[in-house]
């Protein structure tokens, strides 16, 4: 039985070539972004869901309010985990993680500063399921300087030999070797944290303070069966009162409840460990979290996608239903049921899936390394890692062909043999209607794409364009350059006496890329209730020269004056929040240092505003103190020479350091590299706006291939009476214009509601203008127009004779 279906599906699929081409191509590609994003999104949704307990684990983040804006950040103090455990039953077990960056190890003779190193509690290892290859959870981490390193680490530091027993030591300070106690796989990229080494925290002196002044340490509570973290979330402001509000306010002069009253606030909060992939948007977190809105972007455009496809199907098989309806009636004269012919049309639409969906995978496998190129991603269609994926696409083909020839199949089977066998057939309003709105929807989804392509790629130009408050160009980073020791002072020295360079300064601290974890609590001297959440900056005399940023008053920092060791510079932020009027030269602030005590600096300038962080905040307070930092060397340069000066620099650096590799990096490209997201949805955008307008045209074409058959006879009548081909074209054009129109009205609202709500995310953004609009339109036209004018086309030039003669 099954086998005469297919053979009469394989002919009549074979008998309409061209429109079984334009489903099984659409359908293909379909299945394949589909496919595509399936992928994405399982990436997206993270690793964190894998961990044993994962539901019952929770990270604590320290939030707060006060002047100069929100307190938000993923690591709390060194004893909250302690302090949490102690005084709450509910959390049945802690652990902390202290990231220590990507430290230079030395592994034997060999150097290495490429690998993400982390202090953890000795329980990590039983508290997230990261499975030991080699050594044993319980006691790998259990005595001071002990590391677990993953496998391909070990690979690169060890080569064949056993790693365990090994020893690897930091290369600058402290040399003290870890020792290797266990080897764990590689952490998947989609995990909120990307560690290559674990070492220790048992030992490490910060791990053991009692200060509530500084926050470096992510800390994670393992919470009783079935505890509704809300609730311990809910008691944790005691816990702040009890411990932080003593040590921190007291040595303000002001007790916690005065620290409220002024407005301000700041306590716990809790967070599941299954939303922090997605959920985080914190300044300074362990690695770049992903985006819940991007993946329902993206699920929604592979989901509008196959609708596209399918309604394309759908459109096809109704628009052609007069060249089957003979085929039904005669089958129904000779006794066929309606469910036998429903079941026959519903085979073709499987057949045609199948064959879309065998198209469509390798479709994927072609396209899937320039999307993982596109986005970033390493994504892998593994039949043998993944043995569910097969069913589920052999599912997946049933479900799309049974959904695309469901209306078909019924549509075709109601005809009325006598009618149909009179030649009496007609496809009737509301098969037209249905055709109508289907066009419609279709562009409607391509409509709107074309409109958020055009406002991301909009909003990323007003960002590269933007006047920052600094000079980005021709700004050459030399990174690391604590590793030059006592040779530090002589490299600027020598870089300062290059004609190609304008001007050097040395600190870590650049406006343009990763975030700084720096929070600074100020107080104007006088005012002690005035606490105002800064960013601190330790910057030496040339910063503000090589940068390019400008005074608004007061004076730069000098050599000339020896307080300047106690003196500090604001931005015009910081000076508003702080409640000054004037030039602010004769203010002093206050802070808390680590160890509880009171330090007050004097202002001697105040810089004009200029962008330190992304355009995704707003301007924030910050003071710039002076200090000795060697994170970096930062090269203003004024000569075309680049390669040159590049060449010398590296020779400098080779001459001044044992072995380490030079690298560098331009001041432009890390502020690019900021919206490096942004951008990646930009372009991926762009493909899904494409690929969709494609498969939209492939129904387009093929209805207006329908339209010009099935009104071939009028448009010979109308040449014969004396239209121009012009005017035969426009006929054919204008009902499918009409729709497009149509689907312009009902997207733009839509596109601009969304698109809206994503600008939203940006405290400097643009305003979405109608030109927007109108190039949308104008290329919706266009693309509609071209599409249909070849059929169009062929049709007003053919010989009127010929579709005459039978009359």
């Known amino acids: 039985m099954l086998k005469n279906y297919l053979k009469i599906a394989w002919r009549n699929l074979w008998k309409s070539k061209a429109f079984s081409l334009i489903n099984i191509f659409g359908l293909a590609i379909g299945i394949a972004t589909c496919l595509v994003i399936l992928l994405f999104v399982q990436n ?78 000795p329980n990590f290892f039983q508290f997230f399921t990261f499975p030991l290859l080699k050594g044993d959870a319980k006691t790998a981490l259990a005595a001071p300087n002990t590391v677990v390193i993953t496998r391909g680490l070990a690979k690169k530091y060890f080569g ?145 996608m196959l609708v596209i496809a399918c309604i394309n199907f759908m459109n096809l098989s109704t628009a052609g239903a007069s060249k089957r309806a003979r085929e039904v009636g005669i089958r129904k004269v000779l006794g066929s049921l309606k469910f036998e012919l429903v079941r026959q049309f519903l085979v073709e639409s499987i057949l045609v899936t199948a064959l879309a969906l065998i198209f469509g995978i390798a479709l994927l496998y072609l396209a899937l390394p320039l999307f993982n190129d596109l986005a970033g991603k390493d994504l892998h269609l593994n039949f043998f890692q993944n043995p569910w994926l097969l069913p589920v696409l052999l599912l997946f083909g049933i479900l799309v062909g049974v959904l695309a020839g469901s209306y078909p199949a019924f549509f075709l089977s109601s005809f009325k043999p006598v009618a149909v066998l009179k030649g009496k057939f007609t496809a009737g309003k509301k098969s037209i209607g249905l055709r109508s709105g289907l066009v419609i929807f279709q562009f409607c989804i391509s409509i709107a794409l074309m ?51 304008a001007s050097v300064s040395r600190s870590g601290y650049l406006p343009a890329g990763p975030s700084f974890n720096n929070n600074f609590m100020v107080h104007p001297d006088n005012n002690a209730t005035r606490l105002v959440k800064t960013l601190r900056y330790e910057v030496d005399t040339d910063y503000l020269n090589t940068l390019g940023i400008k005074m608004s008053s007061g004076r730069n920092f000098s050599r000339d004056y020896g307080t300047d060791s106690s003196a500090a510079i604001v931005n015009e932020t910081a000076a508003k929040m702080l409640g000054w009027s004037g030039d602010g030269v004769s203010y002093t602030i206050s802070h808390t240092t680590n160890e509880g005590q009171k330090e007050t600096l004097h202002i001697i300038g105040i810089v004009k505003d200029f962008h330190f962080r992304s355009l995704h905040e707003k301007i924030s307070p910050l003071v710039m103190v002076l200090g ?44 690019n590299a900021t919206y490096k997201a942004e951008q990646k949805v930009g372009t991926i955008l762009g493909l899904f706006a494409g690929l969709t307008i494609f498969v939209a045209c492939l129904g387009l074409f093929g209805l207006a291939t329908f339209t010009a058959e099935q009104r071939t006879k009028e448009i010979g009548i109308r040449k014969v009476l004396g239209a121009s081909v012009a005017g035969v074209v426009a006929l054919l054009s204008k ?49 509609t127009i071209v599409t249909i004018s070849f059929q169009a086309i062929k049709a007003a030039l053919a010989n009127p004779v010929n579709s005459l003669r039978t009359e």
């Open 44 to 121: 997206e949704l993270g690793f964190d869901r894998f961990h044993k307990n994962a539901d019952r684990i929770v990270r604590v983040h320290f939030e707060g309010v006060m002047q100069g804006g929100t307190i938000k950040e993923a690591t709390v103090m060194p004893p909250t985990a302690a302090a949490i455990k102690s005084d709450y039953p509910e959390v049945e077990a802690v652990t902390r993680i202290r990231n220590y960056g990507r430290p230079r190890l030395l592994a034997g003779t060999r150097s290495f500063n490429d690998n993400g190193f982390a202090f953890v509690d």
């Open 160 to 304: 064949t030999e056993d790693a365990l027993g090994k020893s690897i030591s930091f290369k600058d300070g402290d040399n003290q070797p870890f020792k290797v106690t266990g080897i764990i796989d590689s952490v998947p990229e989609n995990s909120h944290f990307r560690f290559d080494i674990f070492a220790s925290m048992t030992g490490l002196p910060e791990a053991k303070s009692t200060s509530w002044m500084q926050s470096e340490f992510f800390t994670y509570l393992l919470l009783q069966p079935g505890y509704d973290y809300k609730k311990l979330e809910a008691k944790l402001p005691q816990t702040v009162e009890k411990y932080m509000g003593p040590q921190i306010l007291q040595a303000m002069g002001m007790s916690f409840a005065q620290f409220k009253q002024t407005g301000n606030n700041v306590g716990f909060l809790l967070q599941p460990l299954t939303d922090i992939h997605l959920h985080s948007d914190f300044a300074y977190d362990l690695s770049p979290s992903g985006d819940i809105r991007y993946v329902y972007i993206f699920s929604a455009i592979a989901f509008f």
């Open 451 to 501: 409109v958020s392509t055009a406002v991301v790629y909009k909003q990323l130009s007003y960002i590269q364009h933007k006047k920052l408050g600094f000079e980005k160009d021709q700004v050459l980073i030399l990174p690391e350059t604590w590793l030059l020791g006592n040779k530090h002072e002589y490299v600027v020295q020598q870089l300062r006496q290059d004609s190609r360079v």
């Open 628 to 671: 000795d930092n060697t994170g970096s060397i930062i090269v203003k340069t004024k000569t075309a020479d680049i390669a040159g000066l590049l060449g010398a620099a590296k020779k400098l650096w080779t001459a001044n350091t044992l072995e380490e590799p030079f690298s560098y990096s331009f001041l432009d490209e890390r502020f």
């Open 735 to 783: 009902d499918f214009l009409k729709l497009v129109l149509i689907a312009f009205i009902i997207a733009s609202p839509i596109a601009w509601f969304v698109m809206n709500k994503w600008l939203e995310d940006f405290a400097y953004r643009i305003d979405i203008s109608a030109w927007v609009f109108v190039i949308a339109i104008v290329l919706a036209v266009v693309i």
